[in-house]
């Protein structure tokens, strides 16, 4: 099993910074990907940004520049560090992780519980 509590939300100004963290629980799964969505009212969820466990990312283009992603596979641990923050990034953040599991092989996805960011003056 693989279970994600975020941490890092609330309430920002534009322009400010929030930097949100992931931590996954595991046992007997290999994480492969972590990384966020968000997802606004009444819009769909979407990827803000993601790190494989060999190193690569991607962002989505609205956040790139702004926001940098890192993650910690030793401690499977990531972290969203958003700058220049504006009104349109308020959303939930979902923390996702994609996992294999050890015995079987097979692919999971995992999702956090979600943490609120608000950004507004």
């Known amino acids: 099993q693989v279970q994600l509590v975020e941490s890092g939300g609330g309430l920002v100004q534009p322009g400010g910074s929030l930097r949100l963290s992931c931590a996954a629980s595991?046992?007997?799964?290999?994480?492969?990907?972590m990384g966020w969505y968000r997802q606004a009212p009444g819009k769909e969820r979407e990827l803000v940004a993601d790190t494989m466990r060999g190193g690569s990312t991607r962002y989505a283009r609205s956040v790139k520049g702004r926001f940098t992603i890192s993650g910690d596979y030793a401690k499977n641990t990531v972290y969203l560090q958003m700058n220049s923050l504006k009104p349109e990034d308020t959303a939930v953040y979902y923390c996702?992780?994609?996992?294999?599991?050890?015995?079987?092989?097979?692919?999971?996805?995992?999702w956090g519980q979600g943490t609120q960011v608000t950004v507004s003056s």
């Open positions: 595991v046992s007997s799964f290999s994480i492969n990907v």
């Open positions: 996702n992780a994609g996992a294999r599991s050890v015995v079987s092989g097979r692919a999971y996805d995992y």
